[in-house]
C-alpha cells in the first residue's frame, strides 16, 4: 500500500462516491482514497430533514458506517480536504486540508469524480437562511428552530425536500410557509394535488404559488409579484443541477441534460476517469436517452458499478426506472415513470375493504401509451404502502406491461389489509378514461 499512489482518487465520500469506494476496495484493499470536505462520511442525508425537525433526535443514528468501519472496508479518508481545482492532464489535484490550512497536491491514477450538483444558494451570506443539505447546516438549521424567538419559516421550493423541511418546521412548532413558483406541487395531477394542499393546509402549513426574487435585509423575502413575506428563518430546497462547479471547465463530454456522459460503468469520455452521482446523466433502464435523477439509489447503484469498473471489473449499471415518494404529514405520495400525454385513468377509493374500521384512502392515477397501451406513469397519494405500489408498478413499466395485463394482474385480499380490487386493478377495471 502506498500513500503516494493510490489506485483510485474518489471525489467525494456521499452516496456515490462511498459506494464506488467501497466496491473498488473489495479488489484494491488500502490502495482507494476519498477526498471529501466534509469532517464526517457515511451520513444518512436522506434523513437529515427529520434531524433538523427534531424527529429523529440523535445525530448519531445517521452516522451509518464510523470512521474505522470505512478504514476496515480498505479506504483511505482524507475528510476536511476540499478539492480547489483537478489537471486532468497531468494528473493531479489540487486541494486544500481545512483542518491544517494547507494546500497540497496529489496525483492520480484513476479518479472518480462524485462531488454531487450545484446547489444555487441565493441569500447563503445572512446567517438565518439555510440549505441543510448535510450535517453540519442541518444541525444549524436545528438549533435555530429549537430557538423560541423563531417564529415564522419559510420553505422556499416544494419538492420532495421542501415538503419534507416544512413538516420539519411544523413538528418544531413554527408557523410555516411554502413558497414555489411551480403551479403543482410535485407535478400532482388533477384531485391528487388538492388532497396534498389540503394536508398541507390541514397541518398549518401556509402554501403560496410564488417567485422568490430576492432578500430585503435579513427577514424578508420579496416576491415576483412586488409582495413581501416576513421570516425569522428561511430554509432553501430548490434543487441541484448537475454542474457542479468543481467540474466546469473540464475536457469531459457533457450529455443533453448538463451531467457528465457516462456509460453503464461510469466511465466518462476519458480515460481512466469515472464518475457517478449527482453530477451525472444516467444511461437509462431501457432506450438510449440518458435522464438526470438526482436521487440516492441512482448515484449509489451506478457508483457500485463505476468503482468496480475501475478495477477491471465487469459490473454494469442497470439504469433506474425513475421513481420516487415522500410522506406529507399523514399522507404518502409518490410517482414512478413519467406523465405526458399519454391516456389517463384515474381513481379514488379505500385501501382496504371499505367496511374496515380504517379503511384509509388511496387515490391512483395511470397513464398509459395510447398506442401499445403500455404504462408509462403513475401518481399516487394514499394514507399508506405507496412505496410499495410503486415497486409493482416500477415493474409493470420496466416489463412492459400494458392495460390488459394490469387488469389481471393478482394479488392476496383480505379486509383488514387490502380490498377485493386493489388500486391498479380498480384503476384499469373502472375503465373511465380521464383527463
Ligand atoms: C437533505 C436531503 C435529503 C434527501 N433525501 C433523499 C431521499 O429521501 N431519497 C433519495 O433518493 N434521495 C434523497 N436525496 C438526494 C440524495 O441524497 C442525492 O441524490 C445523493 O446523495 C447524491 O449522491 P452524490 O454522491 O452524487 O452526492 P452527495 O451525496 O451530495 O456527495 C457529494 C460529496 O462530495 C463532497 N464534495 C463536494 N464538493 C467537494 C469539494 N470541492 N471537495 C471535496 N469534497 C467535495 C461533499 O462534501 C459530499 O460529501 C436527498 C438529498 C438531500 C440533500
Not at 415538503?163 to 400532482?188: M, N, Y
Not at 389540503?198 to 420579496?222: D, I, T
Not at 436521487?295 to 451506478?302: E, F, H, S
Request: hydrophobic share 40%.
Amino acid at each position: 500500500m502506498s500513500l503516494q499512489e493510490p489506485a483510485l482518487v474518489v471525489i467525494g465520500g456521499g452516496a456515490a462516491g462511498l459506494a464506488a469506494a467501497v466496491e473498488a476496495a473489495r479488489w484494491q484493499p488500502g490502495r482507494v482514497l476519498v477526498l471529501d470536505q466534509a469532517p464526517v462520511l457515511s451520513v444518512g442525508t436522506c434523513g437529515l430533514p427529520y434531524l433538523v425537525g427534531g424527529q429523529i433526535g440523535d445525530a448519531q443514528k445517521l452516522l451509518l458506517h464510523s470512521r474505522q468501519e470505512l478504514e476496515e472496508r480498505g479506504l483511505r479518508l482524507f475528510t476536511e480536504c476540499r478539492l480547489e481545482s483537478i489537471d486532468l492532464a497531468n494528473q493531479r489535484l489540487h486541494y486544500r486540508d481545512l483542518a491544517r490550512g494547507q494546500n497540497n497536491n496529489l496525483p492520480f491514477q484513476n479518479l472518480l469524480l462524485a462531488p454531487g450538483g450545484r446547489f444555487d444558494f441565493p441569500g447563503g451570506h445572512l446567517k438565518n437562511v439555510l440549505a441543510p443539505r448535510d450535517l453540519v447546516s442541518s444541525l444549524r438549521a436545528r438549533a435555530w428552530l429549537r430557538q423560541p424567538e423563531c417564529r415564522r419559516v419559510l420553505v422556499v421550493g416544494a419538492g420532495y425536500l421542501g415538503l419534507e423541511l416544512a413538516e420539519a418546521a411544523r413538528f418544531a412548532g413554527k408557523q410555516v410557509t411554502l413558497l414555489d413558483p411551480c403551479s403543482r406541487i410535485l407535478g400532482l395531477v388533477g384531485t391528487l394535488h388538492d388532497t396534498v394542499l389540503r394536508e398541507l393546509a390541514r397541518h398549518g402549513v401556509e402554501w403560496r404559488q410564488h417567485e422568490l426574487m430576492a432578500w430585503e435585509g435579513e427577514r424578508r423575502a420579496q416576491l415576483r409579484d412586488g409582495s413581501v413575506l416576513d421570516f425569522d428563518l428561511a430554509l432553501l430546497a430548490t434543487g441541484v443541477s448537475p454542474r457542479h462547479p468543481l467540474l466546469e471547465g473540464l475536457a469531459l463530454e457533457r450529455g443533453p441534460l448538463g451531467g457528465l456522459r457516462v456509460d453503464r460503468q461510469g466511465r466518462t469520455s476519458r480515460a481512466r476517469i469515472w464518475a457517478a452521482g449527482d453530477c451525472c446523466e444516467i444511461p437509462p433502464r431501457q432506450g438510449t436517452r440518458p435522464v438526470y435523477l438526482p436521487l440516492a439509489r441512482p448515484a449509489a447503484l451506478l457508483g457500485r458499478a463505476a468503482g468496480a469498473a475501475s478495477m477491471g471489473q465487469s459490473s454494469s449499471f442497470a439504469g433506474c426506472v425513475p421513481c420516487a415518494s415522500v410522506k406529507v404529514f399523514e399522507l404518502e405520495v409518490g410517482w414512478v415513470g413519467a406523465m405526458g400525454e399519454g391516456d389517463r385513468y384515474l381513481s379514488d377509493g379505500p385501501l382496504r375493504a371499505a367496511y374496515w374500521s380504517e379503511p384509509g384512502r388511496l387515490q391512483l392515477c395511470l397513464e398509459f401509451c395510447p398506442r401499445s397501451r403500455r404504462l408509462l406513469g403513475a401518481q399516487a397519494v394514499a394514507s399508506g404502502e405507496v412505496t410499495s405500489l410503486l415497486q409493482t408498478l416500477a415493474l409493470a413499466i420496466d416489463q412492459g406491461l400494458d392495460f390488459e395485463a394490469l387488469s389481471d394482474l393478482d394479488h392476496p385480499y383480505t379486509p383488514p389489509l387490502s380490498g377485493m380490487w386493489n388500486g391498479i386493478a380498480r384503476t384499469v377495471r373502472s375503465s373511465k378514461r380521464w383527463a
